[in-house]
């Protein structure tokens, strides 16, 4: 079997499946292989290119003219006849955000976006993040076991996304509801019979986004991300469209939430299963925001990202020819032991911890990456210094949702004996 450029096809490079088996299971350990001897492979089953080693990875991401990311929203699965037609039917019309967007229209909308993403602007978040937190272990803490994922770590995410958007309470709850469609539509591998209820809730949660951006529109006034958009759309229509607003009022929810209780989930799993650094953290929380760095290295949430050649060129020295995909595993260069030393080592002082790919690179490095640091540490905080004696609930299988890119167990158990919190001991 020969890739588009004419060259054999190697027996790993032909095996590699990313909705199944060992990329499912530990997806930087299943692509030790192509860092050590193929680090730039063509996948035949994908029909993608895949870059696995730091420093290609990083020089994809850093080159966004040569490697458009115009494909990153793209369905990697096709859907058949019937599951466009619903999806038609919602005129569903997912377009160019900041994240697919190619210059010179991404980074004008970049920079004229950029500020409630500033610190002054973050720092006002803070007390809501706070809040939500404590009351999240409020309701579970007398009570000795969680499971953390449905109790706190979704929940609080999606409201902070939602608050950052701008989206008004009453439409919370059916946003919630759509959500996760997004990423089984976008980086998953739905069964035939599966994609018409896939694109069902897709489309509804793309007719309702345009709903709410209506609704925001009769009063832009409020302090949210959007209507921060709608009220420049005036002074720049070509930079803010209305595709772009109608595309982000959707991606946008999916982008800060998910993302961010999906890496949340994962820290607090990993450190658990790492009980003498939780214990570490525990005596000496000024270690958390390093901690945090070294699980988005370790355990991202965002496992792989997609661009698209524009040219003829080369990455690693491999040949690729204009038009092919890439699939860009930065979990997989997150383990590449040629820039981190020990690199499946949790090491929680790690000193470039913070050099990770989680949030990408360069000029689309993600806005978001504050706020989602700010909530992952508070998270941590709550919980060390609340309930420091939870541990994982012995035995439990983890399940993940098959996608290429999204990554972080379904749910998490946690057991403890609330007779030994430290509140009650010490109240
Ligand atoms: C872009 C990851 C949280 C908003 C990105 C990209 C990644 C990413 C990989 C693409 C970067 C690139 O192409 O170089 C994550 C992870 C998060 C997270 C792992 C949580 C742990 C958030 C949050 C928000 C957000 C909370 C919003 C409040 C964005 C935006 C972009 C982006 C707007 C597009 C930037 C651009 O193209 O210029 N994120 N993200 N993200 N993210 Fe995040």
Redesign the pocket.
């Known amino acids: 079997r020969l890739d588009p450029t004419g060259c054999p096809v190697s027996a790993n490079a032909a095996a590699f499946d990313p909705f199944t088996g060992p990329y499912q299971e530990d997806p930087p350990g299943s692509l030790r292989w192509s860092r050590d001897e193929e680090p730039v492979f063509y996948s035949p089953k994908l029909d993608y290119w895949v870059v696995t080693r730091y420093e290609d990875v990083k020089a994809v991401?850093r080159d966004n003219i040569t490697f458009s990311?115009a494909n990153v929203l793209e369905k990697i699965t096709p859907f058949n006849d019937e599951a466009n037609a619903v999806l038609a039917k919602y005129n569903y019309a997912m377009g160019r955000t900041?994240?697919n967007e190619d210059e010179p229209a991404?980074m004008p909308r970049?920079r004229a976006l950029m500020e409630p993403f500033t610190p002054p602007h973050l720092a006002q978040h803070e007390p809501m993040v706070r809040k939500l937190v404590r009351e999240r272990v409020d309701s579970f803490i007398d009570r000795g076991k969680a499971e953390l994922v449905d109790e706190m770590l979704y929940e609080v995410p999606l409201t902070v996304?939602l608050h950052?958007l701008g989206v008004p309470e009453e439409d919370h709850e059916t946003l919630r509801k759509y959500s996760v469609a997004h990423t089984i539509n976008t980086w998953g591998r739905p069964a035939p019979e599966e994609q018409v209820a896939v694109a069902e809730n897709v489309g509804k949660f793309w007719q309702y986004a345009g709903e709410v951006l209506e609704k925001m529109r009769e009063d832009p006034s409020g302090p949210g991300w959007m209507q921060y958009g709608i009220r420049l759309q005036p002074q720049m229509p070509d930079i803010i469209t209305d595709s772009y607003l109608h595309s982000m009022m959707m991606a946008?929810i999916v982008?800060?939430h998910e993302?961010?209780a999906l890496?949340a989930t994962n820290a607090i799993k990993l450190l658990l299963e790492h009980r003498t650094l939780w214990e570490e953290i525990c005596a000496d929380p000024s270690l958390i925001p390093n901690t945090v760095e070294e699980c988005?290295r370790f355990a991202?949430?965002?496992i792989a990202?997609r661009r698209v050649a524009t040219k003829d060129t080369e990455i690693g020295g491999v040949k690729i020819p204009k038009g092919a995909k890439l699939l860009i595993v930065?979990t997989s260069a997150n383990h590449d032991e040629r820039f981190f030393d020990n690199p499946d080592e949790l090491d929680i002082r790690r000193e470039n911890a913070s050099d990770h790919l989680?949030?990408?690179?360069?000029?689309?490095?993600?806005?978001?990456?504050n706020?989602?640091r700010m909530e992952i540490q508070i998270f941590l905080e709550e919980l060390t210094k609340r309930i420091p004696h939870m541990e994982l609930v012995p035995d439990q299988e983890f399940t993940y949702l098959p996608n290429t890119s999204f990554r972080g167990p379904q749910h998490l158990w946690v057991q403890w004996d609330p007779a030994k919190n430290p509140e009650r001991e010490n109240p």
């Open positions: 991401f990311p900041l994240v991404h970049r996304a950052f946008g982008a800060a993302t961010t890496a988005l991202g949430s965002i990202w930065n989680s949030f990408g690179y360069g000029s689309h490095q993600c806005m978001g990456k706020l989602a």
